[in-house]
């Protein structure tokens, strides 16, 4: 579970393909903590000050860390992308971030497997 208090590195770690079996009984999102919450926490009001922005942010991380899904969330908004709120327990801004940091991830990793090996 990504805290608010964690580097942003480690929220790059969770590739799509390692999530963990959801029951099949329903949608991952209808065990969400965030159904019960304010949805205004999770986006931002127009012309928002940043330092209203940020607390909000902060307390929708608060209930992302508690969440069961969050993980799922987080692998959704990062698939879709979402460009707007908090999901899984990151903003927008550090979505962008973890995307950019697994294409590189990514293309290091084909680069490096059609590379000849040295012998």
Do not use: I, N
């Amino acid at each position: 579970m990504l805290l608010p208090q964690q580097p942003l590195q480690d929220a790059a770690v969770v590739p799509s393909q390692q999530l963990p079996a959801r029951d099949e009984a329903g949608p991952w999102h209808s065990e969400a903590v965030c159904r019960r919450d304010e949805a205004g926490l999770f986006f931002a009001p127009s012309k928002e000050p940043t330092a209203a922005r940020l607390a909000r942010e902060e307390a929708a991380k608060r209930v992302c860390a508690r969440c069961p899904v969050m993980v799922e969330c987080r692998e959704h908004a990062l698939l879709q992308p979402e460009p707007y709120g908090v999901w899984g327990g990151l903003t927008a801004a550090e979505r962008r971030v973890v995307l950019t940091r697994r294409r590189r991830r990514e293309s290091e990793l084909q680069r490096a497997a059609h590379m000849p090996a040295a012998g």
